[in-house]
């Protein structure tokens, strides 16, 4: 296989050959094209209650129904896909349209209860099985350490499972991941390029010019051997804090952003919350928040 | 029925698409400024409607309507690049390679920049 990249989104984990990007991304949805069209399509979900591939594979057909109704079929899966997915509960489909052709499988993982779908496009004819085969070995879709591995594009973060994807942007030039526990809210920032978007000005500037980030006053700091700032906001000094928890409005604000000089990248973290903040897990959520 | 026939916009593929060569309008004028970004002066163009109603009014402009538009650092890059010899994937590519940027980033960024351009009539597709 050529060079291989990690894909890693909202529980799933994968590799893939380099040159494969994300063309569209949902929450629990992935497909991947290598510029000539799509390669890979990966959707997920928790599965309630028994899991059946039969009534996977039709609620399938009935979601492609205007582009293959019918031509969704059941597929047996050759022994090295079923060795590759050991771990799971498989089930094989392929199907057929004027201009394109697929194949892919079900899965329901035991362990985690998730169901998941892999599909393989085959309208690239250079698309080899040799590579479809590598991303299935190396499709897993919980983590084993409680931390959940995301990357895509540039990026690279590792949170800590209890930490729920609520939304998020890709735009040219500017990344913006939120998550949320219930008690606060983490933002993930990424700019891009940096020395076009700081100019002749540092990051406190910068700092100011992005709504998110623009109250308070930044403290210039070193992250992860970067130069970078940060500041925190709280309630005013002798409140009680049960007066603080009964306001609706947030009280508790962290920043952080720092500048990778040799990527041309500027990254942040911003978080919320109405409780007191867990300072030693931003430095960590900071320290996994990386560029590949 | 339908009184109006809709416009069909021809199909191209996003292979296709990137191979198309930028070419800058000889109506505009640039002015490099002191930052070294561009400045960018261009000739207004009437609305058909509009234009129609001010010929039918006997109106004629005496002067010549301009605007202008001022670049950013990025814009400034791309709009250097556009010499009516690269292709879009050549733009693009230079472009991701000076800002160190994943060549999808670059591309969205680029093709909605000479999009917007080509929409004011800065530039052509040859």
């Keep these: 296989m050529k060079a291989c990249k990690d894909v890693a989104w909202n529980s799933v984990h994968f590799q893939c050959p380099s040159e494969w990007q994300v063309d569209q991304i949902g929450k629990r949805h992935l497909r991947l094209g290598n510029g000539r069209g799509p390669v890979m399509e990966v959707k997920w979900g928790p599965v309630k209650g028994r899991f059946s591939h039969n009534a996977h594979l039709k609620r399938l057909a009935a979601l492609n129904a205007r582009r293959a109704k019918g031509r969704v079929v059941p597929w047996t899966l050759p022994d090295s896909w079923k060795a590759a997915l050991a771990d799971f509960e498989t089930g094989g489909f392929q199907w057929q349209t004027t201009t394109a052709e697929g194949r892919g499988v079900s899965l329901y993982c035991p362990v985690c209860h998730n169901g998941s779908l892999i599909q393989f496009f085959r309208s690239t004819p250079d698309a080899a099985e040799k590579e479809f085969l590598a991303v299935l070995n190396s499709f897993r879709d919980h983590p084993d350490d409680g931390r959940i591995v995301w990357s895509v594009f540039d990026i690279r973060a590792k949170l800590p499972q209890i930490l729920q994807l609520r939304r998020f942007r890709f735009d040219a030039g500017r990344f913006e991941l939120e998550f949320t526990d219930g008690r606060q809210t983490i933002h993930l920032h990424r700019w891009a390029p940096a020395a076009a978007l700081l100019g002749k000005g540092n990051l406190t500037r910068f700092a100011g010019t992005i709504s998110e980030f623009s109250s308070g006053q930044p403290i210039v700091t070193t992250v992860n051997g970067h130069p970078g700032i940060q500041w925190s906001m709280g309630p005013p000094a002798g409140r009680p804090q049960w007066i603080v928890r009964l306001k609706p409005q947030l009280s508790f604000f962290w920043f952080r952003m720092w500048l990778l000089e040799e990527k041309n990248r500027i990254f942040g973290v911003r978080a919320a919350s109405r409780h007191y903040l867990d300072e030693d897990q931003l430095n960590r959520i900071c320290m996994d928040y990386e560029t590949v | ?126």
């Design chain 2, 1 to 126: 029925m339908r009184l109006f026939k809709k416009k069909v916009a021809p199909e191209i593929s996003r292979t296709q698409a990137l191979q198309y060569k930028p070419v800058k309008s000889g109506d505009i004028t640039e002015m490099r400024l002191e930052s070294g970004e561009v400045l960018i002066e261009y000739p207004m163009t009437l609305r058909p409607l509009a234009a129609a109603v001010a010929k039918r009014l006997g109106v004629t402009p005496t002067t010549r309507q301009t605007k202008k538009l001022q670049l950013d650092v990025l814009g400034t890059t791309v709009w250097d690049l556009l010499d009516g010899r690269r292709s879009v994937s050549q733009i693009i590519e230079i472009f991701a390679q000076t800002h160190r940027l994943e060549n999808r980033e670059a591309e969205v960024s680029v093709t909605r920049f000479i999009r917007e351009l080509g929409r004011r009539g800065l530039l052509g597709l040859q």
